[in-house]
């Protein structure tokens, strides 16, 4: 209603707070201020007072559409509302609007970053990016690093339980047996350039896997493949798991010019990929303990976090129910990105260019002045310091105890102390990231 339109009964009139409305049932009264009047020039416009009945669904949002005065009751669950129903507010295009706008067929929801969408429920993770909290399936990421194996862990992702003894024994003797490639996928890493990026090799050797496993495609085998035999399910992730580190070896050793190392299922997980990443020709090479127990910490932080780029690729490829080697062939494409897992890249070629430890505050003001950019800082997700970073840290130490320090490696401490005790930095909450450890 507009003021002076509304009964007596339910009016007071009040010339410097506007209208004041009266419930005639409870005598609560609201004051409802008129429209400032801008500089005194433009005289103020009537209150116009829309009442909105109060649902008796306490876990709804109601949504008035200003273009129809329609009232609209969207449920609310798990904090979450679906963004079908605003498709239902529909209304008639207004004047001069787009053709392809479609008001009348109901309003859209714009993310395109998903900042604030959510498209699958999961129990897998879940992230508290304000307190730095990172769980997976509970379990808190700095209890899994302490006391678990990647292979639990991975155990932990799929099925929603740490294994028990048999359990374990079960899945890495599965894992471990299907490690070799077939040969032609071995022929197919050797032809390529020997100056190829590492990533390109890996995704063109799991998308090759696709052709030589025709019983993972449902569009062989039927489309209900995955649904109707658990087993066949299970030997694809056994393969991927297994094939992964085979095909990263490879891409590794192709590209610094060395011969393949066969698998070696005697030895864990991280143990095998290592020894396909750095034996030469000792007949009974075993790689460091400490250096393994650091890269199986870095497959479990690495493990999961909740729908990321790649995340969101490899559900988006294998909704169209593609075989699972092409899917995460995607799902790799998306991981080589310099805005997801190639940033990792971008903080080494960032250390080269500064060079030297004495050179770090010229860069940080530098950066400061918009002049250059600092990568492994900052993250979309954690507002605080990145649980996993604080755990490479310390294993980083270990690993310099077996390796030593490279010069790279003082340009980085110096470059993380400066950074965390400058205020610049710490007010915008730019804390060291995963990528950058």
């Known amino acids: 209603m507009a003021k002076g339109d509304e009964p007596e009964s339910s009016k007071k009139a009040d010339k410097s707070s506007g209208l004041i409305l009266t419930d005639k049932s409870s005598g609560t009264t609201w004051s409802l201020p008129t429209p400032a009047k801008a500089e005194g020039k433009i005289p103020a416009q ?74 699958a429920q999961s129990k897998i993770t879940y992230i508290n990016g304000d307190t730095g909290v990172l769980r997976y399936r509970g379990y808190p990421i700095e209890q899994l690093a302490e006391k678990s194996t990647y292979i639990e862990v991975a155990y932990l992702l799929i099925y929603g339980e740490l294994p028990t003894k048999q359990q374990h024994q079960a899945f890495f003797h599965e894992v471990m047996h299907h490690t070799f490639v077939h040969f032609n996928v071995t022929e197919l890493m050797r032809n390529f350039n020997y100056d190829a990026h590492p990533m390109g090799l890996f995704i063109s050797g ?35 798991l297994g094939k992964t580190p085979t095909l990263a070896a490879m891409a590794y050793r192709h590209r610094i010019g060395r011969t393949y190392n066969s698998p070696q299922n005697n030895l864990s997980y991280t143990e095998n990929f290592l020894y396909m990443l750095d034996r030469l020709a000792e007949e009974n090479y075993k790689p460091n303990p400490k250096l393994a127990k650091a890269l199986d910490v870095l497959f479990i932080l690495h493990a999961d976090h909740e729908l990321n780029c790649s995340t969101a690729a490899m559900r988006h490829i294998g909704s169209s129910l593609v075989d699972p080697y092409s899917a995460v062939a995607g799902a790799s494409a998306a991981l080589y990105g310099p805005l997801h897992g190639g940033a990792n890249e971008a903080v080494l070629r960032m250390l080269e260019e500064i060079g030297s430890a004495d050179k770090v505050p010229t860069f940080l003001e530098e950066v400061k002045q918009r002049k250059r950019k600092l990568f492994g800082f900052g993250h979309r997700v954690y507002k605080n310091y990145d649980p996993r970073a604080k755990i490479i840290r310390n294993i980083a130490y270990e690993v310099f105890d077996v390796c030593g320090r490279e010069p790279l490696i003082d340009v980085a401490i110096v470059l993380e102390k400066a950074a965390l005790e400058d205020e610049y930095f710490v007010k915008r909450k730019l804390y060291p990231n995963v990528d950058f450890y």
């Open 206 to 240: 799991i998308a090759a896997m696709s052709t030589f496993h025709p019983d993972a495609n449902p569009a062989l085998a039927g489309s209900d493949l995955f649904t109707r035999d658990e087993r066949v399910l299970n030997k694809q992730i056994f393969r991927l």
């Open 46 to 119: 009537p209150t116009a007072v829309v009442v909105i009945p109060r649902s008796s669904n306490t876990q709804s949002l109601t949504v008035l559409d200003n273009r129809t005065n329609k009232l609209y009751e969207i449920p609310i669950e798990n904090s979450t509302i679906s963004a079908l129903k605003f498709k239902e507010i529909t209304a008639d295009p207004a004047p001069g609007s787009r053709e392809e706008d479609e008001s009348g067929k109901g309003l859209r929801v714009y993310d395109p970053a998903f900042q604030n969408t959510a498209v």
